[in-house]
């Protein structure tokens, strides 16, 4: 298993301040190399405060917002508007307009949720992965898109994307995306969209966020050899490609 690098800051805030300055160098490199960053977001509660910080007004200032374009990895298949949905953090926090009323940093047309008000989830994910066809995101001979910087959290059972525990999507052989019934042994109880795993393999970065104590015991199994990917679905992201932000209360329980 190559490490990937594990960082521990001080708190959640630390970890969304150190997200944010880790995606704007990622983004700045991307622009200068291929003119476009494609950042794929998560969902969870560490997106809110790191957008946050990424709006401070120092951060924006060095953020090439004009190049940026924004995907997410997964999405519960709910209305944008619904508080439940992995948009509804970026649109309070990043697409609205700044306390000032000065207007949002990126243009609303830069941001491409999966499209939830398909009929069905196959066809959800059919239209999703056209449209990264469409946009010229590069792609790998399996289909993968291959984003420059991918955000996950990390759920309490160890999932990340919508990739639960015991999920075929952590399995070889699965496919690109596809839908999720509603899991019924973490909230919310909602259908979700999502990519599989493979899609952290092919991205050219990834930033797995897990602050606070809730985390801990996760991140144990995570970190454990003795654990399956399959029962573990984040221990895809231990790749060298990907930098873990911790914190201390989530990092209690691994070896320093
Ligand atoms: C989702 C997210 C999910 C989330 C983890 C961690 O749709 O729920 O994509 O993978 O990132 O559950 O969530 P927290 O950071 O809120 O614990």
Redesign the pocket.
């Known amino acids: 298993m190559s490490l990937p690098t594990v960082r521990v800051l001080s708190d959640a805030q630390g970890v969304a301040e150190a997200a944010a300055d880790q995606i704007i160098d990622v983004a700045i490199a991307a622009v200068a190399e291929r003119g476009v960053f494609h950042l794929c977001a ?5 997106p809110a405060a790191l957008y946050r910080a990424l709006r401070e007004p120092a951060r924006a200032a060095r953020m090439p917002w004009a190049e940026t374009q924004i995907w997410f ?4 298949f709910v209305p944008r508007t619904d508080s439940l949905s ?1 948009v509804f953090p970026l649109d309070a926090e990043l697409l609205s307009a700044n306390a000032d009323g000065s207007a949002s940093p990126i243009a609303p047309s830069a941001v491409h949720p999966w499209p939830t008000t398909a009929a069905t989830a196959q066809a959800a994910v059919t239209e999703y992965l056209a449209e990264l066809r469409a946009a010229g995101v590069p792609h790998t001979s399996s289909g993968f898109p291959i984003f420059d910087l991918v955000l ?5 059972d160890s ?4 990739v639960f525990p015991g999920s075929p999507l952590a399995g070889e052989g699965a496919p690109v995306a596809a839908g999720v019934p509603a899991p019924t042994h ?1 909230e919310p109880h909602v259908p ?1 969209l999502t990519f599989s795993l493979g899609m952290l393999t092919s991205a050219l970065e990834v930033l797995a ?2 602050p606070g104590a ?2 801990a015991e996760s991140l144990e199994r995570i970190f454990s050899s003795a654990t399956a990917v399959v029962d573990a679905p984040a221990k895809a992201a231990l790749i060298p490609q990907a930098t873990w932000l911790l914190d201390s209360a989530s990092a209690a329980r691994l070896p320093s």
């Open positions: 998560t969902g969870g509660s560490t990895g997964d999405d519960r992995n996950i959290g990390i759920g309490g999932h990340c994307l919508s973490i979700r966020l897990a809730g985390k």
